[in-house]
Structure formats: C-alpha cells, structure tokens
C-alpha cells in the first residue's frame, strides 16, 4: 500500500447558528437554513411581506413571481413562509410543481401543507420547480410572507451542531446533503434536553435539508462546532498486517486516531462504529507522534476534536500499511 495523507484543519471559526438561527420548528416540516453559511435563503422573493388578516391567498409579487397570473420560478427549492404574529393554530398550502425522474426533465403537480409557526417560519419539504400558489387554512394573526430556503456549504466536511432551548429529547432531526467526496448522505441524530447540545456522527460538506420528526419544545439553532474528521482511509484486508502511523500536528489542537472493522461500503458510513486508537499517544493528543497497527482494520481515521480556529491549526495523518500478501 502506497503512502496515504489526510489533512484535517484549519477550521473555520465554529457557530451555534452558521447553519440555522434561532427558529421554532413545528413538527412535520423542514428547517430553515438561514444561517451565514447558507445561500439562495429569502424571506421575501416568492411573496412580498403582506396582511394575513384577510385570508385567502398570497399574493406572489417577490423578485421570483413573474407573469399574470404570477408564478414563481424556483428551480428546485423548498419554500419557507416566515410568519409575523402566532399562526401555529393555521396552515399554509403551496401548490406548484416539482422534478420527478433521474435526468428525464419530468415535471409533476406538487402540493404540501404546513403548519404555521409563532413569530418564526417554517418550510417545505417539497423541493418545487415553481410555485403558483399559497393559501392559508384561516386568517394570519399579522404579517406573512414568503421566499426560497437556503442551500449550505460549510468550509470543509464538518460535524452539524444543535442546540435547543428546550426539551427536544423525543424527537430527532436528520440531515441531508453530501460528504467529502460529495456523495449524498444522511443521518438521524437524536433530540437532547434544554440546555445541552448534539451533533451528527458523521461530516458534512453541504447541507440541503434537515426534517424534525416533531415540534421542538421551544427554540432551535443549528450550527458547527470544532470537531470534523478525516476521510477514511481503508487498508488492504489481504496485505501483511504491520501499518505506520505518523500525526503531523501544527498549531494548538487535539486530535483521535480511531479505526473500525465495519465496512462502510456495508454498513453505509454513517453507521460504521469507531474505536479509539489503542496507543494512548493517539488519543486526545496535541502532539506531533507515531505508532502502529499490528493487526489490519478495514478503515481508519483521524479526528480533530478540537482546535483553535485561525490559519495553521491543523492534523496531517499519515498511513503507510506493509507490502506483501498474507500467505
């Protein structure tokens, strides 16, 4: 097995609310992503801020809404209804299109009902082509209006932080969007109590989407934090055992080396159960150091657990497995 490096780091400086600020997810929808890492969020370019105190429709007048009668063209996108007064007790109805197929140009009618927000916004989880209109369950109780949620790109593959502001231990949120090497993935990560955090298993370059299974108890944000890991890096099953490990460290961090004997390509990554390297030397060190596996795990790689954020705060792991075969 040739040399194999992986670099973790440097970081950009982590957030509780780079991803999502502060919202009040109602249940069976999607979050908004609005925070500074996302693009394409607006509030307002499906429809302007308008009265909801009269019922009925909204009228699609934002920088997306064209023609007579308008339609929005969204090229893809959820919607979020971002609500100024307490319309928890309403629903909102959009109605357009939406791609179907694998790269046939399919069109098909999209409907989904959502249910309102107080003083915050909810969203689809219909990705619609276009949108031709939105109609509310009864009057608003102020202000609506309507636009595109964000798509996010974090700096590198990264762990997605959450925190409540309440009790959000019964439900659970799964995240959607693409790895290092831009695979779509997903994962299911489980609510936690007020005061406390979580965050995903496993890294995220992008995010498209992220569906509560519930109403959270009160606020959520959704953000990074310090912690990412390497790609995985998979030795050979069938070569001599004795492996070389080096960790170059440079700046001030705290790394793991961890290794599995699950396959990913089995289990699907997000599933895969990681080990702590055995050498305490590799286990939440700050330290340039080396060490070695004696045996042959399927993967294995390293995790910055921490690190100060700026230029230069980084982990290169180097990889060199023995040559030859198991006779």
């Keep these: 097995m040739r040399l194999t490096k992986v670099q973790v780091g440097p970081l950009a400086t982590s957030g509780a609310t780079k991803i999502g600020v502060s919202q009040k997810p109602n249940g069976a929808s999607a979050l908004a992503l609005d925070g500074s890492t996302s693009t394409g969020y607006s509030a307002t370019n499906i429809a302007n801020t308008q009265s909801g105190t009269g019922g009925g429709s909204f009228t699609l007048n ?8 308008a339609v929005a063209q969204l090229g893809g996108k959820s919607v979020v209804i971002l609500s100024a007064g307490n319309d928890s007790g309403i ?10 197929g694998s790269g046939l140009g399919g069109v098909v009618y999209a409907q ?5 927000t107080n003083v915050s916004r909810t969203a689809t989880r219909t990705k619609f082509l276009t949108v031709t209109a939105i109609t509310m369950s009864a009057p608003a109780a102020g202000n609506v209006s309507a636009g595109t949620n964000g798509i996010v790109t974090l700096d590198t593959a990264r762990r997605v932080l959450f925190t409540p502001g309440g009790n959000d231990a019964s439900i659970t949120w799964t995240v959607y969007g693409t790895d290092w090497n831009g695979e779509l993935i997903s994962e299911v990560v489980t609510g936690v109590a007020s005061a406390s955090t979580t965050y995903t298993n496993y890294d995220f370059s992008t995010i498209s989407a992220i569906w509560p299974s519930g109403a ?3 606020t959520l944000t959704v953000g990074t934090n310090g912690i990412a890991s390497s790609r995985p890096i998979f030795l050979d099953r069938y070569a001599l055992a004795p492996t070389s490990l080096e960790v170059d460290v440079t700046g001030t961090v705290n790394y793991t080396v961890q290794q599995s004997l699950n396959d ?9 159960n990681w080990v702590s390297h055995p050498d305490p030397a590799f286990v939440n060190s700050a330290v340039t150091a080396q ?6 795990p399927t993967v294995t790689r390293i995790t910055l657990n921490s690190e ?15 040559s030859g075969t198991v006779m």
């Design 112 to 116: 989904e009902t959502v249910t309102g």
């Design 308 to 322: 100060t954020a700026g230029t230069g705060h980084q982990v290169v792991y180097s990889v060199l497995q023995a």
């Design 91 to 100: 629903t909102f109805t959009v109605k357009g299109t939406q791609a179907v």
């Design 62 to 69: 934002g920088t997306l809404s064209v023609g007579s009668p």
């Design 216 to 218: 959270s108890a009160s």
């Design 291 to 296: 060490s070695e596996y004696g045996y042959i």
């Design 264 to 272: 990913p390509n089995d289990v699907g990554y997000t599933a895969v």
